[in-house]
C-alpha cells in the first residue's frame, strides 16, 4: 500500500468503521514504515477519540418537554379530526369514503335482481376501453368466476381499473353531468367515463376483474348525479359494471 | 394489551396513524432524542433545535409525507424531513452559515494551521469537547451533517445516505474529506489557544487528499 492509498482510508482505520481485513493489516503495516501516514493516522485517532468524547457529553440532550406536550395536543386534535384509519391499510391511502360503500352494496344488490329479470348484451370494446384510459394487462388474463349466478354465462372482459387520486386528498363523489355523454358522441356505445364506487379501503387492491353489461333503473343514475326526467323515469338504463375478483364493484359507466 | 416498547420503528408508526395514542409517545420518545441532537449540532442553537424536532414529529402526524419502508427505514426517513428542515431555515435566515472551502488555500489547507503536533493534545476534556464542537459548527454544510450523521448521531452509512438522498460512495467520500478538514480547524483551534505563531506548514508530506 502506498501513501495515496493510506490516506483514502486513514479516517476508516481510525474510526474503526469496517474494513477488509487484509486491507486493514496492509494499512496498520504502512503506518509502521512512513511517519507522515502514521502521523496522519494519529491525527485521525485524535479526531474519533474527539468525537466520541462529544457524543458521550451530549447523550442525555433531548428536547425540552414542552415539545412534547405541544405534539401530543396536536396528535389528540388530529384524531378528533381524523376517523381512525385500520392499521391494516397502508400509510399513504386515505379514510374509506363511507356512504358510498352503503350505495355499492345496495347497488350490488339490485344488479343481481336484474341480471335474473333482464337480457344480458355482451361487447368488448377494447379500443374504446384505451380511450377511456382503461388498459388491458399482460401477461394473460386468468379465468374469473362469475360473482352471481347468471342465466347466460358472460363474455369477461379483464382490465385495469386505475383510481387516479391526488395524494393527501380526499376524493369526492365524482358527479355525473350531461356533458359527458356528448363527449363520447362519437361512440355511440359508452355514455360516460367510469365512475368509482370502491372508495372502501378495506377492499383488496385489484389485479384482474370483470366487466359486465347490466340494465337497472333509470332513478338509480341520480345516485351519481345525473338528471332524470319524470317521463323515462321507468325506463331501465344499460351500464357497465366493473366487478374485482372478489366480485365487488369498483366502477359503472353508463351505455346508451 | 399490547407493550409498545417491543414494536418496531414501523408497527408504531401504523397503529400511530391508527389512532393509538400510546404508540405516538413510544415513537417520538424513542426518536426526539437524536432528532434533537441533530438539528442542535447543525445550528447550534437550541430553539432550531426545538422548533426542528417538533416540526419533523408534526410531518408525522399530518402525514405530509408517507414513509416507505422500501427506501430505508423510519429513523433515517425521520432524520431526512429533519435535515430538510434545518437545511429550509438556514436558507431563511442565513444566520448559521459555515466557513465555505474558499477560506483554504490552493492545496486545500488553511495557511493559518500550522505544526505537526497532535491538533487535540494538551487540551481538558471540556476544552476538547468544545473545541470539536466548534470544529463541527464551523464546517460547510453538507460536510458537517455527514459528520453529525455518520460520526455523531452514530448512523450506517446507508441509513446516512437515505437520509441525504444521495449514495453510499458520497457519504464515504464527503466524510473522508469533512474529516480532514476537522482535523485542520482543530489543529488552529489548539494554536490559537497556546498562543503559539503561525508559519505555516513545517511538513510538507503531510497529505490529507
Known sequence: MNCSGFQKNVHALAAERLMDAAERANALRHAENCSSCAAALADARALTAGLKSLVVAEQEIEAPACVENALLLAYRKRAEQTPAVSSAVPLVRRTPFRPLVAIAAGLLLIFGVVFWRSIIARKTTPTKDERLGITTPTPEVKPPNPPTPVEEKPETVIATHRQRRTPGAVKPARPFVQDEITAYADDPQIASDFISIDEDQSLTPMETGQLIRVQMPRALIARFGAPVSAEKADVPVTADLLLGEDGIARAIRFVR | ?209
Open chain 2, 1 to 209: 394489551m399490547v407493550n409498545h416498547s417491543t414494536l418496531s420503528d414501523e408497527e408504531l408508526l401504523l397503529l400511530m396513524h391508527g389512532g393509538d395514542e400510546d404508540a405516538f409517545l413510544t415513537l417520538y420518545r424513542r426518536r426526539q432524542g437524536p432528532i434533537y441532537r441533530f438539528a442542535l449540532r447543525m445550528s447550534g442553537v437550541e430553539s432550531v433545535a426545538e422548533d426542528v424536532t417538533q416540526e419533523v414529529f408534526m410531518t408525522l402526524i399530518r402525514r405530509e409525507i408517507g414513509f416507505d419502508s422500501t427506501r430505508g427505514s423510519v429513523a433515517g426517513y425521520l432524520f431526512g424531513i429533519a435535515r430538510n428542515q434545518v437545511l429550509k431555515r438556514f436558507e431563511k435566515e442565513r444566520g448559521y452559515s459555515s466557513i465555505e472551502n474558499e477560506d483554504l488555500g490552493e492545496d486545500g489547507l488553511d495557511e493559518r494551521f500550522v505544526t505537526q503536533a497532535n491538533p487535540l493534545g494538551d487540551l481538558t476534556q471540556r476544552e476538547l469537547i468544545e473545541s470539536v464542537r466548534s470544529a463541527v459548527l464551523s464546517l460547510p454544510v453538507h460536510y458537517r451533517e455527514v459528520v453529525v450523521l455518520c460520526d455523531l448521531n452514530e448512523m450506517s452509512y446507508a441509513d446516512a445516505a437515505g437520509a441525504l438522498g444521495c449514495a453510499v460512495g458520497t457519504v464515504r467520500s464527503r466524510l473522508h474529506r469533512a474529516r480532514g478538514l476537522l482535523v485542520e480547524r482543530l489543529r488552529g483551534i489548539h494554536q490559537s489557544q497556546n498562543g503559539q505563531p503561525q508559519n505555516g506548514l513545517t511538513d510538507p508530506e503531510t497529505c490529507y487528499v
